[in-house]
């Protein structure tokens, strides 16, 4: 998909469950930036990467031929309605945050998002995360409300605010966005 220097953005495979799991294993452990208790296994992984390479898209960032970090879209809600909106994550492994991974995943996955047809994108980040909300702001995603004391973890309640980026999408009203191909 893109590729600067030993960097390399392309869409998720099995393969890279394991890859996936043990960069996100450390937000679900340490932080409230995932309100998951339970780091999900391998195989779990796998589910959800199949799960959204279906619908909307789950890329990887490699470094050097390992994968240092992803980024995903799912459904932002399950009601009809909402299918032409989807919830972005991205995640980086622990000492590759701050490297323009998070910037590089999204350049290549919000235009994806657009080109499958899909309107509206959200992120969820949980307060405080000056980090998320500088990468965000950075690609205009515009903030949209605040969940007051919406999740409880690691002993104290966390604030989620929520953002909206609009893609561009022209005058083409389709029944659904489009799946992979």
Request: glycine share 6%; proline share 7%; net charge negative.
């Amino acid at each position: 998909m893109a590729m600067t220097a030993s960097r390399l953005i392309r869409p998720a495979l099995a393969s890279d469950a394991d890859a996936c799991a043990a960069i996100y294993a450390p937000y679900v452990r340490a932080t409230a930036i995932t309100f998951e208790t339970e780091p999900p296994s391998a195989d779990d992984m796998a589910r959800r990467i199949a799960a959204a390479q279906e619908r909307h898209t789950w890329l990887v960032l490699e470094e050097d031929g390992v994968v240092i970090g992803y980024a995903y879209a799912g459904p932002f809600m399950s009601r009809a309605a909402y299918q032409w909106s989807c919830e972005v994550s991205v995640y980086l492994d622990s000492d590759r945050r701050s490297s323009g991974g998070g910037s590089a995943l999204y350049a290549a996955l919000l235009p994806a998002l657009q080109e499958r047809g899909f309107r509206r994108v959200i992120a969820g980040v949980t307060q405080p995360n000056p980090a998320s909300a500088r990468l965000h702001d950075r690609f205009g995603f515009e903030p949209v409300g605040t969940h007051a004391n919406i999740g409880w973890k690691l002993d104290s309640w966390h604030d989620v605010t929520w953002s909206q980026l609009d893609l561009p999408h022209g005058d083409d009203v389709r029944a659904a966005p489009l799946p992979l191909r």
